[in-house]
């Protein structure tokens, strides 16, 4: 089985939030199989998604305007 790990995602600015809105959803659909997780209220808003495999993580490192943050439990 592969690892999973938490993160929590953060749009540098209000414009990449608008460009890679759908996209960082649909990665962590794809991985997660859901949308429904905490998101913080923020102008942008942070995501706290379910655990992430690798490659979703590396996919959402690999976009401008993003930064994934690995939770240490």
Do not use: C, H
Request: hydrophobic share 40%; net charge negative.
């Amino acid at each position: 089985m592969a690892t999973k790990a938490r993160v929590a995602i953060r749009f540098t600015s209000m414009d990449s939030w608008q460009e890679k809105d759908e996209e960082v959803l649909k990665i962590i659909k794809d991985d997660a199989g859901t949308n429904g997780f905490p998101v913080v209220k923020t102008a942008p808003p942070l995501y706290l998604p379910p655990a992430l495999s690798q490659e979703a993580i590396d996919k959402l490192k690999a976009l401008d305007g993003i930064s994934v943050e690995v939770i240490e439990e």
